[in-house]
């Protein structure tokens, strides 16, 4: 199980997202607090963001752990944006470890990043997959369905693969949209912004959890939380 997080808001540097706090991504790439599945995330990490007048979203991914990124660590703090995912990735059995299985994957519109695992087989094939790793057909799956039917799209999948697990995370740099389905995210509300995480990143009481088998949306106008009824298995 990877753990992933989003930022919407005031711009602010991609070291205070991912480096800095006292339980950031990088400290969760080796010692996460709430992870359910495996124990480090060590099978690469990815960042995207939208620089400032372009609509299309940059990454910057590798195979690498997170903590051996000295590069990352000095580009980092003079890296801002609004609107940012970023994922550190603890490889399911079986799946390929290289750069284009590391979360977030892109439509070129959309960012994509996905905690969990799900059956292959009940996923349709995607020529346009950036791998074959199951986070990234499910990725092609939800482009091609569209961000407006990421609640049925999750929940369709689960019927299918009643063993899935599909925390999902996507942004499109003007808002994010987020699922729990088998594992934990949090979210926090600031006058400069709103973060989703799969765990908290400091001890900052404003963090709340988010129930499991939620459909989450933030806009700069606030967040909403919808609940996911589950289908029949198919
Ligand atoms: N199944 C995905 C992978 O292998 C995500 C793994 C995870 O969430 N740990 O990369």
Excluded: K
């Amino acid at each position: 199980m990877c753990r992933h997080l989003a930022w919407l808001g005031q711009p602010r540097s991609l070291a205070s997202l991912v480096l800095e706090p006292p339980s950031s991504l990088l400290v969760q790439s080796y010692a996460p607090r709430r992870q359910r599945h495996g124990t480090v995330n060590a099978d690469g990490w990815g960042v995207g963001f939208w620089a400032a007048g372009r609509t299309e979203p940059a990454r910057w991914r590798t195979a690498q752990p997170l903590w051996g990124s000295a590069s990352f660590a000095s580009v980092a703090p003079v890296v801002s944006a609004g609107c940012v995912i970023a994922a550190v990735r603890s490889a399911t059995v079986g799946m390929p470890l290289e750069e284009s299985a590391a979360a977030p994957f892109t439509d070129g519109r959309w960012l994509l990043s996905h905690n969990g695992r799900v059956d292959r087989s009940v996923l349709p094939a995607a020529r346009d997959a950036e791998s074959t790793v199951d986070s990234a057909l499910l990725a092609s799956l939800v482009f091609a369905r569209g961000l407006a039917a990421l609640g049925a799209t999750v929940t369709e999948v689960a019927a299918a693969d009643p063993d899935a697990r599909l925390n999902l995370l996507a942004a499109d740099g003007t808002r994010l949209l987020a699922t729990t389905w088998g594992d934990t995210l949090s979210v926090l509300v600031t006058d400069e912004g709103t973060a989703l995480a799969s765990e908290p990143w400091d001890d900052d009481p404003r963090w709340s959890d988010v129930p499991d088998r939620t459909l989450v949306e933030v806009t700069p106008d606030g967040v909403t939380c919808t609940p996911l009824t589950p289908l029949e298995p198919s």
